[in-house]
């Protein structure tokens, strides 16, 4: 896995391969990880780990794909609020994420796991019965994923490091 102290965009694509192809985090976990990793988010790394292992797809439901929700969260940590009283906060908060999903949506084509799987792959994959499971490794996933999360990644990357919060990061 490449260093944080290099140039961390120049190091997107080997921290996500890392993390899907080594540790084996799902999408969700690895654009969060890697976010994390390279702009030194303040949190409890192994909790959100944990707590993002639902997230592919929403449950692996063809909802929202897990590179978005993962990369979310990054933005929440960094410029989110714990109140409703910070009002200009809470509308960069969502100015950057909404900037993101349109991004994101741009490249991809959509923010929808089903909708990305069917242009990644040519079809939709129910990734809840282990055939499917199964068909979906060998059509390539360990390849084409990380590409997503890669591109979910840098999209987050170019926005978050604008204009950091200092209160939210190391």
Same mark, same amino acid.
């Given at each position: 896995?490449?260093?944080?102290?290099?140039?961390?965009?120049?190091?997107?694509?080997?921290?996500?391969?890392?993390?899907?192809?080594?540790?084996?985090?799902?999408?969700?976990?690895?654009?969060?990880?890697?976010?994390?990793?390279?702009?030194?988010?303040?949190?409890?790394?192994?909790?959100?780990?944990?707590?993002?292992?639902?997230?592919?797809?929403?449950?692996?439901?063809?909802?929202?794909?897990?590179?978005?929700?993962?990369?979310?969260?990054?933005?929440?940590?960094?410029?989110?609020?714990?109140?409703?009283?910070?009002?200009?906060?809470?509308? %960069?908060?969502?100015?950057?994420?909404?900037?993101?999903?349109?991004?994101?949506?741009?490249?991809?084509?959509?923010?929808?796991?089903?909708?990305?799987?069917?242009?990644?792959?040519?079809?939709?994959?129910?990734?809840?019965?282990?055939?499917?499971?199964?068909?979906?490794?060998?059509?390539?996933?360990?390849?084409?994923?990380?590409?997503?999360? %890669?591109?979910?990644?840098?999209?987050?990357?170019?926005?978050?490091?604008?204009?950091?919060?200092?209160?939210? %990061?190391?």
């Amino acid at each position: 896995m490449e260093k944080n102290n290099a140039d961390p965009e120049a190091n997107l694509e080997s921290n996500v391969k890392y993390f899907m192809q080594e540790l084996g985090y799902y999408c969700s976990q690895a654009s969060f990880a890697t976010l994390q990793k390279l702009l030194s988010i303040e949190c409890d790394t192994s909790a959100f780990i944990k707590a993002l292992r639902p997230f592919p797809g929403i449950a692996l439901r063809f909802e929202t794909c897990g590179a978005v929700t993962g990369s979310l969260i990054a933005i929440g940590l960094i410029h989110g609020t714990t109140g409703g009283d910070d009002q200009g906060q809470l509308t %960069t908060c969502l100015t950057i994420a909404d900037e993101f999903c349109s991004r994101f949506e741009k490249e991809m084509g959509s923010t929808r796991c089903g909708d990305i799987m069917e242009r990644q792959f040519g079809k939709r994959f129910n990734l809840r019965q282990s055939e499917q499971w199964q068909e979906f490794r060998d059509a390539g996933s360990k390849e084409k994923c990380p590409e997503v999360v %890669t591109c979910a990644v840098r999209i987050a990357f170019d926005l978050l490091s604008k204009g950091r919060s200092g209160d939210h %990061t190391k």
